[in-house]
């Protein structure tokens, strides 16, 4: 079985500053990771993927993770945010049975 | 159509009413899955179709829950004899051939409240 822990449930951050938002999984196979974004009152859609290959991956909208194996970690990343970032964003695994687990999401919130 | 769409968008049931939720998946996409997403959570996975085939229904939470994909596209999720703890937002998605893995498309959710 796996699990996803995303450690902040709300993240609050000013314009135009960084932001990190983490994520953990647990699982005894090798996994496919993914980042989510919902806005209110829409579906998920991703944002970026991690299959394989380098550890570093850019996705949509200036957002990257990179994926740590040795501390089963999928951070997300962006260097700049804006008031258009202010979402819910979910970390995902799969094993490759198409079925994802899901993290229950961080907040983050960007104020101007 | 251009994305994956899914009716009623809400939903409002008395307790013990069935109800009907569909999903219209992107043209073309062989691999169909259902998902509840209960307030201030992440997606649950609830079943998986390849064409009309159902491989995989572990996350349905009882036997209330029933899902078909009959001719390999449309898909409806009923539940029967609502119960308040059925309150969630139902995620439908879709994607392609699982070879190499291919994103899944969501749809916006259909958001079922029970009374």
């Known amino acids: 079985a796996q699990s996803v822990t995303q450690l902040d449930s709300q993240v609050p951050v000013f314009e135009e500053a960084p932001v990190e938002l983490r994520c953990n999984y647990s699982?005894?196979?090798?996994?496919?990771l993914f980042w989510y974004v919902q806005y209110p009152n829409q579906g998920l859609q991703l944002l970026l993927k991690y299959l394989s290959g380098s550890t570093l991956v850019k996705g949509i909208n200036g957002f990257e993770a990179e994926f740590n194996k040795s501390q089963t970690s999928f951070h997300l990343r962006k260097p700049s945010v804006h008031i258009s970032d202010t979402a819910e964003y979910f970390c995902?695994?799969?094993?490759?049975?198409?079925?994802?687990?899901f993290g229950d999401g961080t907040t983050l919130t960007v104020k101007p | 159509g251009a994305g994956v769409s899914q009716s009623p968008r809400y939903k409002v049931a008395k307790r013990g009413q069935d109800v009907a939720l569909r999903c219209d998946p992107i043209s073309g996409h062989v691999s169909l899955f259902w998902y509840q997403q209960a307030l201030g959570q992440g997606p649950e996975f609830l079943t998986y179709f390849q064409n009309e085939a159902q491989l995989d229904k572990s996350g349905l939470p009882s036997d209330r829950f029933f899902a078909e994909r009959p001719e390999g596209s449309v898909s409806t999720l009923k539940i029967q004899r609502t119960q308040q703890e059925d309150s969630a937002v139902y995620l439908c998605?879709?994607?392609?051939?699982?070879?190499?893995?291919?994103?899944?498309?969501f749809g916006p959710g259909t958001r079922l409240t029970v009374l």
């Open positions: 699982s005894s196979v090798s996994v496919y």
């Open positions: 995902a695994v799969d094993t490759n049975a198409g079925k994802s687990t």
């Open positions: 998605a879709s994607s392609g051939a699982l070879a190499n893995y291919n994103e899944q498309f």
